[in-house]
């Protein structure tokens, strides 16, 4: 018997990644899915790529969480609380890929997303669910915050480096490029064809919302509060993040050493693949898996460390993260339904 | 237990997606892999996208035969015919991506490919394979001459017209658009970035390989030889075909009988979806997937019929439809391994 | 001196390109602009690229009229008419970018656009100017119908052929590309990046409103109706339009016979461009041009001749060939402002 | 009368973009052009985009110095110290795209580009020729090294900090994107189409070789040696530069003090646009045109600058800061032939 996961909000591009991906899970079957724009219609009809495939009717957010075990919020924040009580109350476990539960600091959240918490009660009972980082405290979780998309791949970068001391905490600075899906689904004149394609820029220059849940992944394995500068840029592809980091080394390092702490702190990783010295990581790797890579550099004339560490946004930065979220609250293989290599071209 | 899968030139596109596909194939394993440039090598130094998924070490063309029940080849043309003489003695089973085996013809295969049939013994014993068409002749098979990626479009959007007489069969156009990946691995001017990305032109026009190929097929459905234009077009995406087909109707015909006749024919197919009328094909629908998406199309005015035919053409076009074809000569589910649908984005 | 040129919606995407030349045109200068949406402020904070170049602000309608010599109209259609009636008063010569005076034939304007014509006296005087075919009809016209971007391309590639009577007029299939440009500055799904990068499709399947423009050209060379068969494609470049067009031959010819006919037809024209023998047109080698490439191409097995034209459906498809009108209108260089080479890379 | 200009290497991507450009040239005229592998040939055969517009033959290296006031060399590192020398005693011009003249230590020189100095004398007569940075120098010198791409984009977006003394010189992470065409002409795997299109990563990370020009540059201003991590990024478009520079404020400032300064250092150039606070610098508002634009962002939270450069690697990043540098020496209009615009779309 499969497990049943419903999404709401699945006609966004995170949310049909959800269908993707759950369409081939070997343990979970898709229950129900909603949409407000499009409900009562196939998702098939808005997604051909989906016709003979999957061509189930959109409900709406409460026959998602009837008839589901396991719920996913693909929605725009601000929406996903009210969404998680429903399914507190029904005993459902709930996967929000917005950013309602990300941050812990309400201040924080109120300063970024100028918003309070809505149900304190909910905040204390979510977990910040990133596997490679705190497996652990998410299975048995109902609640579950799944990562932003820049800030998986800055933690998955930066952590082991932080959590053994040895970079300076507070000279980090991480320039991200991230792909269009990752604006969304809707029309905008940033991202209209004849404007982005061809083009190159950075957008919300030190002040995009993903920087506050940056700070909180790397502060709590620096012992302190870390302060980053974080710029992200539109990369005139589909998909796909590349994030490259920068930070001082506290003492000099060979690659070598720094290699090493890295291939052990994921050595029982599936999905985080340590690129071999003189390699380099590549959106192209990554694109439509959950894998994420990671390439280390040395600047020795400056003394700084580099990291650069590449994502698919869709997947490890979204669905993907959520389904080995969801493998692990259901304590099945945490693999299951992410096996998949990006194609080689 | 699992079929054993080999793969001669694994590292070229068609042999690298036979690889992604395999990997996820529920009946069937890589038993060996070979190359000539990278032997010796993992595949996935040539490939990181394959690291910590398949790290399995390149070797020869013979090794790959003796460790498969079945073999894949995916080499430019003339190198097949040993290779399916050396399967023959060991009684292998012997796919074929290349062109050696495609066209019955001799004097045609001399003409377009400037060649002499090797052994003619190992041309009848082959049978030309698109599973849509001719499933049956698969089966029981040990040569199979797996179509070129323009021609299954081609055959996939015109049979039904042509095998119902609704056309006439001289009339026909063939305008098609393909990727760069079709265009191979090895670095020429003609995909050198900045030459392609920002362009589009047709390449030899009017006197494609294909050419004899697709009129082979349609001549067979015709009872008559049939003639065709063909003109391929370079286009600055990574993968997909989308075929632009002409041709006269015999007489005045509503599109809703057209389409009827095109639904019936493929009633019992997976991988051919005809799309409800008003809707149009579209390279999106179908990449990375075995899918052919066909949207027919009449010109009222003119009296042509005009049927828009997409596929992927590392997938339906190459590796996808070999797969199908082992699945077929085996005797196992023939959507077995190639499930997944294209990305919505 | 110069004369004074005025843009009515100037910040679409033809507007601004007329801006962008004219900056450069040697014996015009832009005397005012206008814009609903952003009237008031400077272009070159609608558009950064002019920043320090072109400071102007937005005027409205009849600031340009009053204001100009020529007025250049980029509008959707429906909306020049008026123009034309106020710039008829005003004794300036109106260059209409839009469709609203393209078609002779009432009847066909009405099917097409749903639409009849306002002032029929203005559509007496107006002109439809494509300068290579008919340069001496329009001097001494002051409503000039500036051909659409598709027409362009194939009356351009036809015109020589029908005019010779080589070809069957009623067998003519046009399978035309074009860049995303084409589809204007307001964003829409088909226009979102994630949606048409890395996907290809036609739309307006032998429904698109050139249809009537292209066979009202052909017909007048024909010296009889002809129909054409006409499905233009959405090709993932910003710029330019590639146009494949078929058709049977009369008699056998060889390409040589046609190329020197060709050759013969535009051999006084300075922006078209008949390639050599067995080289083909390409988009890249005209966008941001005012050049049309053309080549020929025989299919010998089924008689038929295709021609192959390229034009920037920005420039020669729009702002670029409106200002080779004024030029001719204003009894000046018809190649002022307009020498630019395509740039190689 | 016109200054004659020649081009050795005119077939290189740098090469015929100086085609391109002196074509527009007011006071300019191409006298010859060569090119090693395509001698004897019109350029127009190797790049139909300048048929019928220039048709000119290439010839050798020898003929260009014969014919020319003023010779642009665009040939790989280590073939310009010959040219230089023929140049010097022909009492002829020499401008230098390559990197032979551009750095003056000729240690650094061996240690990134593993060559000495061939003539030293030559070395002396050389100037690095940044207009906007030392325009002065440039008059009356005869051997111009044009600055690599790169090191224009960083000097531009730089120098008026470090001259003002407002930042730590050592604290400087740069961290640039280049399109393609700054790979040249020459098909390799990484340029190649879908090895390129769709992924996105750094190369040479931390020891390109422009690194030392950059430095060259700052260090000068900073009165110190100047150490940076610098690590450009391959970005899947033709055409652009983008350089994202971080460095630590000395002392906290508002965005609007480093806006005055940057607008007062760079009053009186004609390409360089400093935006105004709150937009941003993008590769789309610099391609195909001299101009630089630059956008200056504080990060307030880590006390930070952040300098956002960009230019078109092409024109102001090689051919047209060229022609600036020609025009500079020959004493005529600094922004004569390059006044265009970017196109808007």
Redesign the interface.
Known sequence: MKYKAGIIGATG?AG??L??LL??HPHAEIAAISSVSYKGQKISEV????????DAVLEDEQAVIDKSDVIFGSLPHGLSENIALQCEKSSKIFIDLGADFRLQNEEEYLYWYENNFQFHDLHKKAVYALPELNREEIKNKTIIANPGCYPTSVALGLVPAVSKGIIEN?SI?I?S?S???GAG?T???T?????????????K??THRHTPEIEQTLSRYADEKV???F?P?L??????I?T?I?ANLKTEKHVEEIHAIYENFYKNE?FV?I?PIG???????????N?C?ISL???Q??G?L?V?S?IDN?VKGAAGQAIQNMNIVLGIAEKAGL???????
């Not at 991202?191 to 957008?203: G, S």
């Not at 390699?279 to 898996?289: A, D, G």
């Not at 096996?339 to 071209?345: G, K």
């Open positions: 591009y049909v990644e269908v993707r369409l081939r997604y051909p790529a989906l016709a003979m495939i999957y507070q600075i320039d490029k792909g269009v899906s689904r029309p905008t004149q991202a209209h064809f004849p404007e982005c394609n061809e083009a190159f820029a950075p957008y220059t030190a302060y980053v500068t710029v840029h990369l005139p592809i589909n998909r796909g590349l490259t920068y599936a693949r690129m390699q380099t990581s590549n959106v192209k790797y990554v694109r439509y898996s894998y890579n550099h040395i600047d004339r400056t700084r580099i650069v590449a869709m096996e998949m290599s990006a194609p080689c071209v």
